[in-house]
Every structure is written in structure tokens, then in C-alpha cells.
T-cell receptor, first 117, second 109 residues
Framework: DVKVTQSSRYLVKRTGEKVFLECVQDMDHENMFWYRQDPGLGLRLIYF???????EKGDIPEGYSVSREKKERFSLILESASTNQTSMYLCASSLGEAGGMWTDTQYFGPGTRLTVL | TQLLEQSPQFLSIQEGENLTVYCNSS?????LQWYRQEPGEGPVLLVTVVTGGEVKKLKRLTFQFGDARKDSSLHITAAQPGDTGLYLC?????????FGAGTTVTVRA
């Protein structure tokens, strides 16, 4: 079974702090994704990566950055946390099949609920 | 505004009843996925539909992709408490995947 793990289930930070969210997948997947999930808005893509050291902006990249130094690990960084970044953060990975990144099955981690005070 | 609109937002039914969840858009998608998310967990893929008019069945769940590939529906027959969860549709278009806001389904025993 594919396993995607996230470093924390719950996190509380203060405004202005630098925040690191870690995601690890164990199935040698090419693609990795970071989403945030807010009530009434669904999942919104922050960043994605299709290879080591490669990254692409999603729909809402402002205030975030990412790092992918190893294939299995994709980190989301909040440079200076703000209260409007309080949310559920979901990491996902997909194999990278010929059909295309956006029709692949995405496997999600359990999420990190981040509260910024 | 959401690219994909899901309705209803909430649905509460008795065990054994049928239900239908809708996912609509004015945009055409190359494929559409349905996910189910249980409390405290990430979404899990249920099905991917890629052809207009396609119907897929997964035990008591029936998924349909509209002929024009702009909409989809999920029908559950004889719902069970284990069907409780947040159902999300996601459409692939322009090299990205867009999610609807979801329908929260509660099946009462």
C-alpha cells in the first residue's frame, strides 16, 4: 500500500514564525503536491513537484515556498506565518503515469491542521 | 467562485435510502475523479471517469460522467453508515486538477 506521512497532525504557531511542514511518501512516486483545505472552498493547490528539485506554483502560492531535495520528501514552508494561513494542509503523491499527472491517482496523507495565533 | 459546484452541500439520510450527489461546471474536463474523505483522514480516490457518457459502478456506488464532460453524478444505493464522509469531485483541465467544495454525507443507522 502507498503510504504518505505528514510530520504533524496538529500544529500551533504564532504570527511571524517560520513554519515547516514535512511530507514523505514510500512508493517512489514522481509527483508530489501540497494543498490546503478550507470549509466551503474544497482543496486548493499551493505547489507541486514532478521531479527532485523541480517545483511549480499552483493556484495559491503566495506566502508559501517548497523544497524537494529527495524524491520521497516534499516540504512546505511558510516564511512568515499569518492568521489567514490557519488551515488543514494536505500532501499528496502520484506515480507519474503516461496518462498524465492530472489523471493519476493521488494518494493523500492524513493532513496537518495548522493554527496560527 | 468554484470551477466545480457540488450539490447539495450537506445530506443526511437514513440507512437503506438512496442518495445522489452532483458535480457541475460550465467548463469541459478531460477527466473527472471522485474522492471520499473521512474525518481526520486525507481523501481517497473512488473512481476516475474519462469518457463522456461513461458510467462506472463500484458495488453500491454508480458514477456517471456527462455527455459533454462538464458534469458528473454519484449515486449510492441502499446507503450504509460506512458511506458517511465528505465526497469530493475533481476535474482535470488545463494541466491541473480543480476540486469542488464537497458534499458531506451522513448516513444514520
Amino acid at each position: 500500500d502507498v503510504k504518505v506521512t505528514q510530520s504533524s497532525r496538529y500544529l500551533v504557531k504564532r504570527t511571524g514564525e517560520k513554519v515547516f511542514l514535512e511530507c514523505v511518501q514510500d512508493m517512489d512516486h514522481e509527483n508530489m503536491f501540497w494543498y490546503r483545505q478550507d470549509p466551503g472552498l474544497g482543496l486548493r493547490l499551493i505547489y507541486f513537484s514532478y521531479d527532485v528539485k523541480m517545483k511549480e506554483k499552483g493556484d495559491i502560492p503566495e506566502g508559501y515556498s517548497v523544497s524537494r531535495e529527495k524524491k520521497e520528501r516534499f516540504s512546505l514552508i511558510l516564511e512568515s506565518a499569518s492568521t489567514n494561513q490557519t488551515s488543514m494542509y494536505l500532501c499528496a503523491s502520484s506515480l507519474g503515469e503516461a496518462g498524465g499527472m492530472w489523471t493519476d491517482t493521488q494518494y493523500f496523507g492524513p493532513g496537518t491542521r495548522l493554527t496560527v495565533l | 467562485t468554484q470551477l466545480l459546484e457540488q450539490s447539495p452541500q450537506f445530506l443526511s439520510i437514513q440507512e437503506g435510502e438512496n442518495l445522489t450527489v452532483y458535480c457541475n461546471s460550465s467548463s469541459v474536463f478531460s477527466s473527472l475523479q471522485w474522492y471520499r474523505q473521512e474525518p481526520g483522514e486525507g481523501p481517497v480516490l473512488l473512481v476516475t471517469v474519462v469518457t463522456g457518457g461513461e458510467v462506472k459502478k463500484l458495488k453500491r456506488l454508480t458514477f456517471q460522467f456527462g455527455d459533454a464532460r462538464k458534469d458528473s453524478s454519484l449515486h449510492i444505493t441502499a446507503a450504509q453508515p460506512g458511506d458517511t464522509g465528505l465526497y469530493l469531485c475533481a476535474g482535470a483541465r488545463d494541466y491541473k486538477l480543480s476540486f469542488g467544495a464537497g458534499t458531506t454525507v451522513t448516513v444514520r443507522a
